[in-house]
């Protein structure tokens, strides 16, 4: 069974700093991948990275960048230059093959973590 | 290109009744899931439709059932409705059914059970 931990119910930071959310994953699948979603308070789902478990590099998307650390199954994400409209609920997922390894059906949730943006 | 549709955004229901939401993926994806967020239990996966095949399902009784179309459009049911039933209803399309693509969601069906 897979299962994803954000340790950060919550976290604050000032406008145009980074800052960096925490996730930790456990798998004993060897093939996975990790997300990162952004959900603001209409409820939408946002995608933001993708991280997959056979990069080798860190996944970057813009402001955003993965933290990718294997051996410690960590994947945080770093968020540079916040800007006020980066308040929201932040998810990290994982995605790893059903029964067989065939396809991949499922995406595992964390109880995420509310980001404040402060001017 | 439209994202995912999801009708209606709102819902108020009564106990012991059965609703519908609908589900139009992106064009072209195959791939629908659903999901369920509440406070308490966070996000749960439901089910996952891939060529009108349910190939995964989640932890949830047989009140939740869904079916996908050949247009990909996906539905969910649930039948006998209970309060905490109450909840938001994401649903989310992806390309293919392996490999490591990406899923889009759509705004979610806010479901009240009253």
């Known amino acids: 069974a897979q299962k994803i931990t954000q340790t950060q119910p919550g976290m604050f930071v000032q406008e145009k700093e980074a800052v960096t959310l925490d996730c930790t994953y456990d798998?004993?699948?060897?093939?996975?991948?990790l997300f990162w979603y952004k959900q603001p308070s209409s409820g939408e789902m946002i995608f933001l990275i993708y991280q997959g478990s056979y990069d080798e590099q860190n996944a970057t998307e813009g402001r955003y960048s993965l933290n990718f650390q294997k051996a410690r199954k960590s994947a945080n994400l770093v968020i540079s230059a916040s800007q006020l409209g980066d308040s929201a609920m932040y998810f990290c997922?994982?995605?790893?093959?059903?029964?067989?390894?065939?396809?991949?059906?499922?995406?595992?949730f964390g109880q995420g973590t509310i980001l404040t943006v402060h001017p | 290109k439209a994202g995912v549709t999801q009708t209606p955004r709102y819902l108020i229901k009564t106990r012991g009744q059965q609703v519908t939401l609908s589900c139009s993926p992106i064009?072209?994806?195959?791939?629908v899931s659903w999901y369920q967020q509440t406070p308490g239990q966070g996000l749960q996966f439901l089910f996952e439709?891939?060529?009108?095949?349910?190939?995964n399902k989640g932890n949830f009784p047989g009140r939740f059932s869904g079916r996908q179309f050949s247009n990909s459009r996906s539905e969910m049911n649930v039948s006998t409705l209970e309060l905490g039933d109450s909840a938001l209803y994401l649903c989310a399309s992806s390309l293919a059914a392996g490999g490591n693509y990406g899923y889009t969601f759509g705004s979610g069906t806010r479901l009240t059970v009253v």
């Open positions: 064009s072209g994806h195959r791939s």
């Open positions: 798998t004993s699948d060897q093939s996975y991948g």
């Open positions: 997922a994982m995605r790893a093959p059903l029964a067989g390894g065939t396809s991949y059906g499922k995406l595992t």
């Open positions: 439709y891939f060529s009108e095949t349910q190939r």
